[in-house]
């Protein structure tokens, strides 16, 4: 399947967290994360996402494992296996990989956090970036801690018309939510 990172960054450190959770709640990217790691075009098709432990532990309880879609979390402690239809443990993305063999996945998305992001953002294993870029009036002033490692050199943007095509619907653009302003993107290997 097509393996791609899910992320959504405040330029130009491209910073996406602090303290264990998101710097912002920014509700319609919210929907945006939801719909395009939901839907499948593929019939009897389901996405997985995978994401490191302490993505999951940030996850509120109520929310997790995000719906209709098989939840794959990442510990160098887990042994390999399947805890139920839609949450399995791994303790490697090939590992989990292997794991979700003749479930009929579609997509595949790595949805955090920092540290899972940076050690596949440079691996021929990713396919593409979901980057919804962030724009603040003072960015400076937004606390962070971890950051994408993004080397913007070895990717190149698309245009919204193949985000959309990837989507499979059209997307908004410069959606502002009080000091933040923000666009998905879509880049692909140079
Ligand atoms: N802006 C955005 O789009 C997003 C931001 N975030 C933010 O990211 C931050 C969390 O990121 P971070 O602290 O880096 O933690 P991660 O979510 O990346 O989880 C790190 C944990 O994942 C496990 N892990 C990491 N690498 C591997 C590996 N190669 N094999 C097996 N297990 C591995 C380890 O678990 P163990 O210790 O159990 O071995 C490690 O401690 C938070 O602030 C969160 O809000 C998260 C998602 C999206
Ligand atoms: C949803 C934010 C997001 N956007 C983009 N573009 N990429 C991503 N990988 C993510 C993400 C994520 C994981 C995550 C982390 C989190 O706290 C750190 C909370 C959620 C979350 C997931 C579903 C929710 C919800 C919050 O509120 C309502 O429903 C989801």
Same mark, same amino acid.
């Given at each position: 399947?097509?393996?791609?990172?899910?992320?959504?960054?405040?330029?130009?450190? /491209?910073?996406?967290?602090? @303290?264990?959770?998101?710097?912002?709640?920014?509700?319609? &990217?919210? @929907?945006?994360?939801k719909?395009?790691?939901s839907?499948t075009?593929?019939?009897?098709?389901i996405n997985?996402?995978?994401?490191?432990?302490?993505?999951?532990?940030?996850?509120?309880?109520?929310?997790?494992?995000l719906p209709d879609r098989?939840?794959?979390?990442?510990?160098?402690?887990?042994?390999?296996?399947?805890?139920?239809?839609s949450?399995?443990?791994?303790?490697?993305?090939?590992?989990?990989?292997?794991?979700?063999?003749?479930?009929?996945?579609?997509?595949?998305?790595?949805?955090?956090?920092? &540290?899972?992001?940076?050690?596949?953002?440079?691996?021929?294993?990713?396919?593409?970036?979901?980057?919804? &870029?962030?724009?603040?009036?003072?960015?400076?002033?937004?606390?962070?801690?971890?950051?994408?490692?993004?080397?913007?050199?070895?990717?190149?943007? @698309?245009?919204?018309?193949?985000?959309?095509?990837?989507?499979?619907?059209?997307?908004?653009?410069?959606?502002?939510?009080?000091? /933040?302003? /923000?666009? /998905?993107?879509?880049?692909?290997?140079?």
């Open positions: 399947p097509t393996i791609s990172i899910v992320v959504a960054a405040l330029k130009p450190k /491209y910073g996406i967290g602090y @303290q264990g959770k998101m710097p912002w709640r920014l509700r319609k &990217e919210i @929907q945006y994360f719909n395009v790691t839907k075009t593929k019939s009897n098709g997985a996402v995978i994401m490191g432990r302490k993505t999951w532990e940030s996850i509120p309880k109520k929310f997790r494992p098989i939840n794959i979390v990442l510990s160098r402690s887990f042994n390999n296996e399947t805890i139920d239809d949450v399995i443990h791994a303790d490697s993305i090939e590992n989990g990989l292997k794991l979700i063999k003749g479930k009929n996945v579609d997509k595949v998305f790595i949805i955090g956090g920092g &540290e899972i992001y940076n050690s596949v953002i440079g691996s021929e294993l990713v396919d593409n970036l979901l980057i919804t &870029e962030i724009e603040h009036t003072d960015p400076e002033t937004v606390p962070m801690d971890t950051f994408l490692k993004f080397p913007e050199d070895k990717w190149v943007k @698309q245009p919204k018309s193949e985000l959309e095509k990837f989507i499979g619907e059209p997307v908004d653009e410069n959606i502002t939510e009080g000091d /933040y302003a /923000y666009n /998905y993107t879509l880049w692909t290997r140079k």
